[in-house]
């Protein structure tokens, strides 16, 4: 099917920052596990895996558009040196992943690709109220117990 390109570049554009956000996750959730931060390196290695399942749903849906897929362009990763230092920059990417996921959907909806929007909008779903709420919690865990007790917590 013929897809719209418009709706082709957005989805490349969104693949873009799925993937730099599955590099970063990766990175993130090796460090954790090195330090034997072993509850974070798990849930930070399930963020891995569900950006890679939007990625290939995002590659999956390019296809049926007869596009081509661009799995060179990445966003920036944002690779942290402390734990609230990588949590902070894995949620900055959520937030970043989010309004982009929104532009799009109202792109769709203007290009009438309610196909498209309804894959988006589950990954919106996803994006805000999983990932992004977790890593607030998180956040929010270290600022009420402090670091030290947070870490002893994820070992």
Not at 18 to 39: P, T
Not at 57 to 66: D, Q
Request: hydrophobic fraction near 40%; glycine fraction near 6%.
């Amino acid at each position: 099917m013929k897809g719209n390109q418009k709706v082709i570049d957005v989805l490349n554009k969104l693949l873009a920052g799925e993937l730099a956000a599955m590099d970063q996750y990766f990175i993130h959730s090796e460090m954790y596990a090195d330090w034997g931060l072993n509850k974070l390196y798990e849930r930070i290695a399930h963020e891995f895996d569900d950006e890679k399942g939007h990625a290939k749903l995002m590659i999956e849906r390019i296809l049926f558009l007869e596009g081509t897929p661009d799995l060179v362009t990445r966003d920036p990763i944002h690779v942290g040196k402390t734990v609230p230092e990588m949590l902070q920059n894995d949620l900055n990417t959520e937030y970043s992943v989010a309004q982009n996921l929104r532009d799009a959907i109202a792109l769709c909806e203007q290009e009438q690709d309610y196909q498209t929007r309804a894959m988006l909008r589950q990954q919106l779903e996803d994006t805000e109220e999983d990932h992004a709420y977790w890593l607030e919690k998180q956040l929010g865990l270290i600022n009420k117990i402090g670091l030290q007790n947070y870490l002893q917590s994820q070992m």
